[in-house]
């Protein structure tokens, strides 16, 4: 028997590159008695906005995704628990003349439930991606008005 090979479903390489070397080099460094120009200068102040954007976006997503996968997690168990809660009462009017109504009620219930549990899942997960596709730049300042006409 061959075991079965696991497919990942999202086409995704697994987890695990910490230790993959960079392609880019993240530091710079200049032979002694180098002398950098403004313009270089410039260039490395940017360089090192960018590398530090582009760390931050990263651990910005990968908070994201954990919390996203948290909100599923508790929204999974919030529906399994209420469900649980609901067909309890489901059998404790069995029998009883009001069965059929607290069966009708029980099951619209439910799936009331799981459409207001995906509805704040749907919510939530927009808001977080929102704020992880939110720029990091800072919004620069308008320029200051002078005189009367700008």
């Known amino acids: 028997m061959t075991a079965k090979k696991e497919e990942n479903p999202f086409g995704i390489l697994p987890t695990g590159t910490a230790n993959v070397p960079s392609p880019v080099a993240t530091n710079l460094s200049l ?81 009331m439930l799981g459409r207001h549990l995906l509805g704040l899942l749907e919510v939530g997960g927009t808001l977080i991606g929102e704020e992880v596709h939110r720029s990091l730049h800072p919004v620069p300042e308008p320029p200051k008005r002078r005189g009367l006409f700008g």
Not at 58 to 85: I, N
Not at 92 to 108: I, K, N, P, R, T
């Open 31 to 111: 032979s002694d008695g180098w002398q950098l120009t403004k313009t270089q200068q410039q260039m490395v102040a940017e360089f090192q906005n960018q590398m530090l954007v582009i760390e931050a976006e990263k651990v910005k997503t990968v908070f994201a995704a954990r919390q996203l996968a948290e909100m599923h997690e508790y929204g999974s168990l919030a529906f399994a628990c209420a469900a649980g809660t609901i067909s309890t009462v489901k059998q404790l009017a069995q029998g009883q003349a009001h069965e059929a109504y607290v069966e009708g009620f029980s099951d619209m219930q439910t799936k």
